[in-house]
Structure formats: structure tokens, C-alpha cells
């Protein structure tokens, strides 16, 4: 099945996980081509059959990019196999706290909400861990984020170098990935 999977990314979680999918895909014998939409332009979606979008998530948005792409093929990918999936760091880590209201709300609002904006009905969502990159970002992020640090470490996530935290599961993802190639095939 040709695939498209665009993406965009802050941090590379958002990359690698597109890649992860990929890889899930290809060995499935999916043949898919990823696009970082915010260092390459998609020319359309017509020789596509399944269609992935992945965005990362901060301060509560969705990357700009990401909205353009939808918004431009709107009405071609509502007549597509659509998938969407959305990397947040902050998504294990309100697990780890219980704070599952909160972690449902983000999940309507992008994975439900977002899509139906565009008249879009995925045959599969994703929510994800993500990467919080303290090096990578401007002042003004750091100190949003610099709370965070002490919330990351209470529930049991460590640097996976300095000033990176990485909260992605790739099981996970992989899981996701298989179940979606069934719907895929199937729906």
C-alpha cells in the first residue's frame, strides 16, 4: 500500500516515531515515503492510499505546518485512509500522575477535535511521548518549562543525555503501527 507519512518536528521525537512507523510499514510491505514538512514541500496526495500526519505537540498547539498540510489537502484526504498521531512528552508523564482528565482532553482536542475541524475521520489515532530538549530551546520556553525538570524526575524519567528528556515508548508506537496496517488492509 502506498504511504505518505509527513510530519514536523521541534525536538526529533516527532521524526524518529515517523521513522519508527516506517520502518513498521516497509517490513509490512507498505511502501512509504516520509516528509519532514517543514524542510520539504508535499506535492499532493493523489498516488498516496494511506495517509499519516504527525505533529508535535507544545504549549498546548499543534506546529503550524502541520495545520497548513491539513487545511491545503482537506478535501482530498477526507476521500483517503487517514491516520493522525501527535508526540507530547507530557503524555506519560500526566499517566505517571494519574491526571488521566487531563490526558483525555488533549486527546479529543487534538486527535478528535483537530481533524474533525478539517471533516476528517482517521482510521487510527495516536497519542505519544515526546522529547523535552532544554538545549534546543529559546529563553522563553526554558523558563515555561523549567518547572518541569522536577516533574519529569518525581515520576521517574531520567536525562537520556543532558538536558533531554525522552518520553516516547517505542512498543508502543510499534503496537499502534501493526494495528494500523490491519485497518489499513481491512476498512
Excluded at 8 to 19: E, F, L, M, P
Aim: hydrophobic share 40%; no cysteine; proline share 2%.
Amino acid at each position: 500500500m502506498r504511504t505518505l507519512i509527513v510530519y514536523v518536528t521541534r525536538y526529533g521525537a516527532t521524526a524518529g516515531t515517523s521513522k519508527e512507523i516506517a520502518n513498521v510499514l516497509s517490513g509490512e510491505g507498505f511502501s512509504v515515503k516520509v516528509v519532514n514538512a517543514k524542510e520539504e514541500k508535499v506535492d499532493g496526495v493523489s498516488d498516496f492510499e494511506l495517509v499519516i500526519v504527525g505533529g508535535g505537540l507544545q504549549m498546548g498547539r499543534w506546529t503550524s505546518e502541520t495545520e497548513d498540510f491539513l487545511k491545503r489537502y482537506q478535501s482530498e484526504l477526507a476521500q483517503k485512509k487517514v491516520a493522525v498521531f501527535v508526540s507530547s512528552a507530557m503524555k506519560p508523564l500526566l499517566e505517571r500522575e494519574g491526571k488521566i482528565e487531563e490526558l483525555e482532553k488533549n486527546r479529543k482536542a487534538f486527535l478528535e477535535d483537530k481533524p474533525a475541524k478539517y471533516g476528517l475521520k482517521p482510521i487510527a489515532v495516536g497519542l505519544f511521548g515526546g522529547v523535552i530538549d532544554y538545549n534546543k530551546m529559546g529563553l522563553f520556553a526554558r523558563k515555561a518549562f523549567g518547572s518541569m525538570k522536577t516533574r519529569f524526575e518525581a515520576a521517574g524519567f531520567k536525562e537520556t543525555k543532558p538536558g533531554i528528556y525522552d518520553t516516547r515508548d517505542l512498543d508502543e508506537i510499534r503496537d499502534w503501527t501493526r494495528k494500523l496496517v490491519l485497518k489499513a488492509r481491512y476498512l
